[in-house]
């Protein structure tokens, strides 16, 4: 069975910019959340998507938005990007259901210069 | 909100030891738990979970024991390789996991 894809793997930017990042879940999962990942500030939750719907919301500015097709696969868009948004993007998937467990993509690695 | 913490940010170890990697968390209302494990470069990897109606669960080579009185978790790592070497998360859950630090692991051949 295949993992959870992300893509771009790596992503330069320029601040100002926006970018959008992509995640293919695992078969059968509905449930796709968002991570962010940096040195300073550790693993924090952005949103969770279930069913073409966000079901959960961190604390991030309303420049991180994301959404969800019906074929669960999500995209995530931060824009006018800012040099603290560089970090480590992660996307996990599950079943949506309570206790079960995530399963994280390899991420995206973002660089805003 | 709710936090997590980890007892000792660093943790080094001979291979073949066992390991004992600690975790409290703040919300008493927790039922679901998940250890993570992250190489460098990688996106965490699912080690085992445990949910709150059970006080121990074992993997291959490594156990999580749950204290719900004083909300604390351990994972333990029998037999520790080199290959365990990564930063370790527990995450409660609730719709939206919630990571600490983490605790990395650092094995000594």
């Known amino acids: 069975k295949a993992g959870v894809t992300q893509t771009p793997r790596y992503l330069i930017k320029t601040r100002g910019q926006q970018v959008t990042l992509s995640c293919s879940p695992i078969s059968g999962h509905r449930s796709v959340s968002w991570y962010q990942q940096t040195p300073g500030q550790g693993l924090q939750f952005l949103f969770e998507?279930?069913?073409?719907?966000?079901?959960n919301k961190g604390n991030f500015p309303g420049r991180f938005s994301g959404r969800q097709f019906s074929n669960s696969r999500s995209e995530m868009n931060v824009s006018t990007l800012e040099l603290g948004d560089s970090a480590l993007y992660l996307c996990?998937?599950?079943?949506?259901?309570?206790?079960?467990?995530?399963?994280f993509g390899p991420g995206t690695r973002l660089t805003v210069l | 909100g709710e936090s997590v913490g980890l007892h000792l940010p660093t943790l080094s170890v001979q291979e073949g030891d066992n390991s004992i990697i600690n975790c409290a968390y703040s919300?008493?209302?927790?039922?679901?738990f998940i250890w993570y494990k992250q190489e460098s470069g990688k996106g965490p990897q699912f080690i085992i979970d445990i949910r709150s109606n059970m006080d121990k669960r074992q993997g291959q080579r490594v156990t999580v024991l749950l204290n719900k009185t004083v909300k604390h978790l351990s994972l333990q790592i029998a037999a520790t390789q080199p290959g365990d070497s990564a930063v370790y998360f527990c995450?409660?859950?609730?719709?939206?996991?919630?990571f600490g630090q983490g605790t990395e692991l650092s094995v000594k051949p």
């Open positions: 995450a409660p859950s609730g719709g939206k996991l919630i």
């Open positions: 996990a998937s599950s079943f949506g259901t309570s206790e079960t467990s995530p399963f």
């Open positions: 919300n008493s209302a927790s039922d679901y």
């Open positions: 998507y279930f069913s073409e719907t966000q079901r």
